[in-house]
């Protein structure tokens, strides 16, 4: 069975940086895409922020182009994104999926992103 653990949300400043990482076990890591989501308060559905694919080519939503950085590491089952420069349009929960499927994928818990000042 495949778990998902996200880490490193919290308050930050705007034009701040934070770094999430998300901790996979369970399933074959090295072989699956990954990609991070987030869901602001009142918001209906999840938004896909940025994904990996397998072999590590990147994809990014335009709003975060530029100041987001999604990477992996498949000796450790990990993937990561750095957040830089941070607006509060950037605030909501953040979640690791495992898979790159918001229908096939596997979920984590979430990490609470808040840019306030």
């Known amino acids: 069975q495949v778990q998902v653990v996200e880490s490193g949300g919290g308050l930050v400043q705007p034009g701040g940086s934070l770094r999430l990482s998300c901790l996979t076990s369970?399933?074959?890591?090295?072989?699956?895409?990954m990609a991070w989501y987030r869901q602001a308060l009142g918001d209906q559905q999840r938004e896909l922020v940025a994904h990996i694919t397998m072999r590590g080519s990147t994809w990014y939503v335009d709003s975060v182009k530029g100041r987001f950085a999604i990477s992996r590491d498949n000796a450790k089952s990990t993937v990561s994104l750095q957040m830089n420069n941070l607006n509060p349009e950037d605030t909501a929960v953040y979640y690791c999926?495992?898979?790159?499927?918001?229908?096939?994928?596997?979920w984590g818990q979430g990490t609470q992103v808040t840019v306030s000042s």
């Open positions: 999926n495992f898979g790159g499927d918001s229908v096939a994928g596997h």
């Open positions: 369970g399933g074959d890591f090295a072989l699956n895409a």
